[in-house]
């Protein structure tokens, strides 16, 4: 089952004459969900992109989002600037960050050790 607002009868969701899409869910088992604003509980979520967002203990593959306000979730990866509330990710903005920088230092400390051994090596 996916849930986006788009309408099915040709009209683009960017049209002024669309209201905002907004979806409450509860209890449920969900693969895609778009919206501009949702709220999700007690629900397993396989991909959940939005503007803004609440997610009550609930799973969730992975959330994307403007703002998230979250309460006991689990998440696999989550993409969001503001994320507010209890909330445990496998990989989150911060921590891939983290992983990017050490990648990078660990590069340049290698290339560094060879440099080095190719000096003082003949």
Do not use: N
């Not at 396989?46 to 997610?55: E, K, L, Q, W, Y």
């Amino acid at each position: 089952m996916a849930l986006d607002p788009a309408r099915g009868d040709g009209h683009d969701p960017a049209d002024s004459d669309i209201p905002e899409s907004t979806f409450a869910i509860e209890r449920s088992a969900i693969r895609r969900v778009t919206a501009e604003q949702v709220d999700i509980s007690r629900s397993a979520v396989a991909v959940a992109t939005f503007d803004r967002g609440t997610i009550r203990q609930s799973d969730a593959g992975m959330v994307v989002g403007r703002s998230v306000a979250v309460d006991e979730v689990r998440v696999g990866v989550l993409i969001s600037p503001v994320v507010r509330g209890e909330v445990h990710t496998l990989l989150d903005m911060r921590s891939a960050v983290a992983i990017g920088f050490g990648m990078v230092l660990g590069k340049l400390f290698v290339s560094a050790v060879r440099a080095l051994a190719r000096k003082l090596l003949p």
